[in-house]
């Protein structure tokens, strides 16, 4: 079981992490993308089409189902 933080070290932790969003704020202000790391990973890759067709597919799937939210 986790031990129960004090006021103190929940203050430090949301701390940090507003710390880390404003760095990642600063980059993406500067024009850092990070989603530009992973484009095209799936440049060549035999399997990416049939896997498109299977998201289209799923997505007909869903669109057409009377019971889906």
């Known amino acids: 079981m986790a031990e129960a ?3 103190e070290q929940r203050v430090a ?3 940090k992490d507003v710390a880390e969003l404003k760095s990642h ?3 993406l202000a500067q ?5 530009l790391k992973a484009a095209g990973m ?3 890759d035999p399997y990416f089409a ?3 067709e299977a998201i289209r597919e799923y997505r007909r799937q869903v669109d ?3 019971d889906a939210p």
Do not use: A, K, M
């Open 31 to 35: 024009g850092e993308n990070p989603w």
């Open 42 to 44: 799936f440049h060549g």
């Open 64 to 66: 057409n189902d009377p």
């Open 25 to 27: 704020v600063q980059r």
């Open 50 to 52: 049939e896997w498109q």
């Open 5 to 7: 933080q004090t006021i």
């Open 13 to 15: 932790g949301v701390e």
